[in-house]
């Protein structure tokens, strides 16, 4: 009997124990993966922040920015504790895009739009494997674009709109299988637009003039077809006012005409009435 007592409270000794340890691991903060860390701490040292948009981003929280689905930064999304989703768009920020970007490894969608950030677009993109949304649209953004953001094979959406981006653009972005949603307008791009990415066939979209416009520099399909169909309304319209100008003094010439008639013909019956008048009665 005493045995068995003693049993019980060994045992219920152990059982508190271990819910004990159990909680203990449970409340303890669990750090970041090393590298969102580092992507994170690198990404805010490369941007200016001049509205402190961005003042929660500190190096207290880029230890431990998520939990689970919870983000405790503004403007990223977590998944299963790793930083899933950045979207810094419209805060007025300037500065460059730091390479070490690429350590986000499980990042999936990348928006900073819509702010005033330098630079050339980091050729270490190509390490976001999983990357499958681009948009660094509206910024100040210049240089090449890089071949590299072929090897992202997810990317369904590359916007990168109204920037100064030079150069040509990369064939192999056209190798995209996913991609539905491209825009490099309003750039300072050169050279013949890839036939992969203007005349896709198949399942794959092909985009259209909208998505190339603004560029003084590139040709070719679409905005070859928009050239001829532009050329072909500024045809139609001088022809349109040649005609329109040739009816026009047409009906004036006719209406002279008519009123020379008129005035021809009053004066003859004024003068073959006067001739009557003078001629004698018989």
Known sequence: MARSHRFSYQFSNRLILLILLTLETAQRPTTADPNDEACLK????????????????????????????????????????????????????????????????????????????????????????????????????????????????????IDLHDNQLSGSIPQQLGLLARLSAFDVSNNKLSGQIPTYLSNRTGSFPRFNASSFVGNKGLYGYPLQEMMMKSRGLSVMAIVGIGLGSGVASLMISFTGVCLWLRITEKKIVEEEGKISQSMPDY
Do not use: H, M
Not at 102 to 130: A, F, K, M, R, W
């Open 42 to 157: 690198n990404l805010r040292e490369n941007l200016q922040d001049p509205a402190s948009n961005l003042r929660n981003w500190t190096n207290s929280v880029f230890t431990n920015p998520c939990s689970g689905f919870t983000s405790y930064l503004p403007g990223a999304t977590c998944n299963n504790g790793r930083i899933y989703k950045l979207s810094l768009t419209n805060l007025s920020l300037r500065g460059t895009i730091s390479p070490f970007l690429s350590n986000c490894t499980n990042l999936q969608s990348l928006d900073l739009s819509s702010n005033q950030i330098s630079g050339v677009i980091p050729p270490e993109i190509q390490y976001l494997v999983n990357l499958a949304v681009l948009n660094l649209s509206s910024n100040q953004l210049s240089g090449e674009i890089t071949p590299q953001l072929a090897l992202c094979a997810y990317l369904n959406v």
